[in-house]
């Protein structure tokens, strides 16, 4: 099944004393670029959720948010920098006597200076903290990819109407090819007969040789049998599904190339017609592959 880089997921877990709530959103991307905020107690754990992701997520720009609540209270310690709470203090009374200023510093005040103290978390035992917070992952990358397996089926059945339409424009060119070559030797001779005054049939070798020298410049059977590959691989990509998204971007590429090809070579109007109408819907196509894993 083809999946959308679209989605969002949310998972939760507690063993009772620590709580975790994980929120993961994805966009489209060329490549994969994984973004965590979470608290900085678990920045040792960065690693192993980088990886978790990457199991069920191969492309897209991924931005996990990770909520920690603790349910039992922490015994942390503030340490109060005391060395540098006596200068502030020293400094204060030198600015007061100075400038004639009151000294009105309180507790509050020195706290005021994110430097006076420091607190000291209790150790996280990180193995055990993972046991929880991976499930919760897990969790939200599951229903991340549910998500994106939804979006994908719908973008698959929009990218098989425009493959019908584009085959309907090509259907029209291959049956219309065959007979470039005989309007213009048509053509030809209507022209030739208004212009010269001997029959026609006096330079039907000239002519022939005309004809054959544009029919094989004209030419587009070898443009044809390669799109006519390249649509009905692309249906069997989306019938495949998995990760397509690049080799689909690929396969535009090459439909693009054929077509311009058979654009430039036929001067029909039907076939350029249906070139600039076959064109629409592969930018259509191309479009809606951006947003493929």
Sequence with gaps: MLRSMTGFGRGEYSDGERRFIVEIKTVNHRYIDINVRMPRDLISLEEKIHKLVKKHITRGKVDIFITSYNIKTQQN?????????????????????????????????????????????????????????GVACEQALLNVVEMREKEGSAISKNLLDILANMEKCFAEIKEKSPQVPIEYKKKLEQRLDELLTQPVDMIDERIAIEVALFADKCNIDEEIARLDSHITQGRNILSDGGVAGRTLDFLVQEMNREVNTIGSKTNSIEITENVIALKSEIEKFREQIQNIE
Excluded: H, R
């Design 77 to 133: 310690t503030v340490v109060l920098n005391e060395d540098l709470i006596v200068s502030l203090l020293e400094s204060m009374k030198a600015l007061s006597e100075k400038f004639g200023l009151d000294n009105d510093v309180t507790t509050s005040t020195i706290l005021q200076f994110p430097e006076s103290y420091t607190i000291v978390y209790d150790e996280v035992d990180t193995e055990k903290i993972w046991e929880i917070l």
